[in-house]
């Protein structure tokens, strides 16, 4: 696992705290408390209607709390806007790949890059400006196993390389926390078995936060996983840990201690 270095530096990259999210009267996240522990995976699980989605979105700030705190590296961030939390190093992907179908995937990672060159995202910069990104570009698709593709239009990519350049564009962004939405969704096994291996392999040097509904992939990628039932923390621990927990059997499966006591 990646470690930081210097005395000052948190063992703690993200932290929740008591954050809750009312829609009207409906509460979907209520008084949740996360520790996000630095350079691990870390998986946010439950069933349906347990507000995942919602925490995901006050996590990467597409969504205010109506309460609680939520700190980076130590500082709150609260209150900060998408862009504002991006540019301090948390970076995040969404369920629907988030790519330009037509432009190549060189080019896809070339835009993520030009933050590099000290300059706001312009499509119409030289071609002489931008191609010296080209050779952080191709390191960045070998990276995620797709320089053969280089040229190739996204719209033209299967879909699992399709999100695995929306990877690619992520890491041009150097983040330091990278929150992944869904990242197997919509997926044939072999596209997840790729991509649940692309994500175990771009973990080094970086801190990794997903919501996942796939059981398998968290059980071989997370070292801690979050289970939310009804908008509230369930359970909290190794995949071991929360899948033997009886009321995690009961949140997912609808049997309740007693019976699973019965039946054992």
Same mark, same amino acid.
């Given at each position: 696992?990646?470690?930081?270095?210097?005395?000052?530096?948190?063992?703690?990259?993200?932290?929740?705290?008591?954050?809750? =999210?009312?829609?009207? &009267?409906?509460?979907?996240?209520?008084?949740?408390?996360?520790?996000?522990? #630095?350079? /691990?995976?870390?998986?946010?699980?439950?069933?349906?209607?347990?507000? =995942?989605?919602?925490?995901?979105?006050? !996590?990467?700030?597409?969504?205010?709390?109506?309460? &609680?705190?939520?700190?980076?590296?130590?500082?709150?961030?609260?209150?900060?806007?998408?862009? $504002?939390? /991006?540019?301090?190093?948390?970076? #995040?992907?969404?369920?629907?790949?988030?790519?330009?179908?037509?432009?190549?995937?060189?080019?896809?990672?070339?835009?993520?890059?030009?933050?590099?060159?000290?300059?706001?995202?312009?499509?119409?910069?030289?071609?002489?400006? !931008?191609?010296?990104?080209?050779?952080?570009?191709?390191?960045?698709?070998?990276?995620?196993?797709?320089?053969?593709?280089?040229?190739?239009?996204?719209?033209? !990519?299967?879909?699992?390389?399709?999100?695995? !350049? $929306?990877?690619?564009?992520?890491?041009?962004?150097?983040?330091?926390?990278?929150?992944?939405?869904?990242?197997?969704?919509?997926?044939?096994?072999?596209?997840?078995? /790729?991509? +649940?291996?692309?994500?175990?392999?771009?973990?080094?040097?970086? +801190?990794?936060?997903?919501?996942?509904?796939?059981?398998?992939?968290?059980?071989?990628?997370?070292?801690?996983?979050?289970?939310?039932? #009804?908008?509230?923390?369930?359970?909290? &621990?190794?995949?071991?840990?929360?899948?033997?927990?009886?009321?995690?059997?009961?949140?997912?499966? &609808?049997?309740?201690?007693?019976?699973?006591?019965?039946?054992?």
């Amino acid at each position: 696992m990646y470690q930081f270095e210097g005395p000052c530096m948190s063992d703690t990259i993200l932290e929740a705290r008591n954050l809750t =999210k009312s829609f009207g &009267g409906f509460v979907a996240v209520n008084g949740v408390d996360l520790s996000i522990a #630095r350079g /691990a995976i870390h998986a946010i699980i439950g069933p349906n209607g347990a507000g =995942k989605t919602t925490m995901f979105n006050l !996590l990467t700030k597409f969504i205010t709390p109506t309460s &609680g705190e939520i700190l980076f590296n130590g500082k709150d961030i609260t209150r900060r806007k998408p862009a $504002e939390i /991006a540019n301090m190093g948390i970076v #995040r992907s969404f369920q629907i790949s988030a790519v330009f179908p037509h432009l190549t995937a060189l080019e896809n990672v070339r835009l993520s890059l030009q933050k590099s060159l000290g300059v706001s995202y312009q499509f119409w910069r030289s071609t002489k400006v !931008l191609h010296e990104l080209d050779a952080q570009a191709i390191a960045r698709l070998d990276q995620v196993g797709l320089a053969d593709y280089a040229h190739l239009k996204a719209v033209e !990519l299967p879909y699992g390389r399709k999100r695995a !350049l $929306e990877i690619a564009t992520t890491l041009g962004l150097e983040p330091e926390l990278m929150l992944l939405d869904e990242p197997t969704q919509g997926m044939g096994t072999e596209d997840v078995g /790729a991509v +649940t291996e692309l994500i175990g392999r771009v973990r080094e040097g970086r +801190t990794i936060v997903m919501v996942e509904h796939n059981l398998g992939v968290v059980a071989e990628l997370a070292d801690t996983i979050t289970v939310l039932a #009804r908008g509230e923390v369930l359970a909290e &621990g190794t995949y071991d840990q929360v899948s033997k927990n009886p009321a995690v059997m009961e949140a997912y499966m &609808g049997v309740s201690a007693e019976e699973q006591e019965a039946g054992a």
